[in-house]
């Protein structure tokens, strides 16, 4: 039986057989519904609940977690009780030690894996084009992370993590919506599609300040029938990635804090750090970010201007939003084989904590 990759983020949760060359078979909301009890309204009523199980990256609600790996493994990927296979969870930045080992448990515990791996996400993007070598950012729904990888290890006295994400663009982007179409009532969930349709940067901070008496105006009919108007609106959810006042932030843009990242480590990783950087997340898949994010890089003030990765021709699409799984694909063709994995005897022995020795 092929190996599991689960890639659990904020905001979606990726999974499948581990296949290299082919995206997750599996990509979902990284929600639950659950049942509870109306103790208002009395007689037993029952109301749904949303359940995040992932917030900015960390598990927070195991229950919810379980129930959801639940259905993923069983209802989807099609294991059986009592005939689990092994599988890969990818990490990201600065889990606490604590998490890991919960993970390990679960696994082993609760769903009877024959054996277990994870590894930092950062580390995975790479693997995704062919490098062991280079410096990811990663803006993903809840979180950013900007870590230098030197020889398949994160250097993470250099890394940085901040808690701001795509969440965060969304309700920057809905205050912005409701400035100038003051009479519509807006779900969050509407302005979540429109930002991954509308959303988008300009060709730099000039240009961004140049739009409102340029752009051209686009009418959007919701599903309950109300007419919205994106104008300027769509380029300042770029925008504050290179400017985070705009989010209230009194710290540099993301270019600038890539250069500060790798200034930490030691000087002679420096080129192959910056000439290695790659874009991850479904924020980097903006219409624009990219373009923006490289003319930044070659205005910076480092001695090696950062310069993006080329992801290899046979990768799936859309690589910067399943980089992660697709390295951990990769990497489970070679731990399990060779052994170098969590086995279940393993865990009988040692306990959660082997998880520190034998994942890298």
């Not at 309950?224 to 932030?249: C, M, N, S």
Request: glycine share 8%; proline share 5%.
């Amino acid at each position: 039986m092929e190996a599991v990759v689960v890639d659990a983020g904020s905001k979606l949760l990726k999974a499948g057989i581990a296949l290299p060359d082919q995206a997750p078979s599996l990509v979902m909301p990284s929600k639950m519904k659950l049942e509870v009890e109306d103790g208002q309204m009395g007689d037993g009523a029952v109301v749904e609940e949303v359940v995040q199980p992932v917030v900015r990256g960390f598990v927070k609600d195991w229950d919810a977690m379980e129930d959801l790996l639940n259905y993923v493994l069983y209802s989807n990927i099609g294991w059986e009780i009592g005939d689990e296979g092994q599988i890969l969870f990818t990490e990201p930045l600065f889990t606490p030690k604590a998490l890991r080992e919960q993970l390990a448990q679960l696994m082993f515990e609760k769903f009877n894996v024959s054996g277990f791996y994870d590894s930092e996400q950062a580390v995975l993007s790479l693997y995704a084009v062919g490098r062991i070598s280079g410096c990811t950012v990663d803006i993903g729904h809840g979180k950013i992370d900007i870590a230098p990888v030197c020889e398949g290890a994160v250097q993470h006295i250099a890394s940085k993590r901040f808690d701001i994400g795509g969440t965060d663009l969304t309700n920057l982007f809905m205050e912005e919506l409701k400035k100038s179409n003051a009479s519509v009532n807006i779900d969050i969930s509407d302005v979540e599609r429109l930002k991954e349709q509308y959303a988008c940067c300009a060709e730099d901070q000039l240009a961004f300040e140049a739009i409102g008496s340029s752009c051209r105006p686009e009418r959007h009919t919701l599903p309950d029938g109300q007419v919205i108007t994106i104008e300027k609106e769509r380029y300042i959810v770029g925008e504050a990635l290179f400017q985070p006042h705009i989010l209230g932030l009194e710290d540099y843009g993301i270019v600038h804090q890539l250069v500060t990242s790798v200034s930490n480590v030691a000087p002679e990783y420096h080129r192959q750090l910056l000439e290695n950087t790659m874009l991850c997340g479904g924020t980097a898949s903006m219409t624009g970010f990219e373009d923006r994010f490289q003319r930044e890089a070659n205005l910076s003030a480092s001695a090696i201007c950062p310069s993006l990765v080329k992801p290899p021709e046979y990768m799936p699409e859309n690589l910067a939003r399943y980089s992660a799984w697709l390295g951990g694909a990769i990497l489970a063709k070679v731990v399990f084989p060779q052994n170098q994995h969590v086995t279940k005897g393993d865990y009988d022995e040692t306990g959660p904590s082997i998880v520190h020795k034998k994942c890298f």
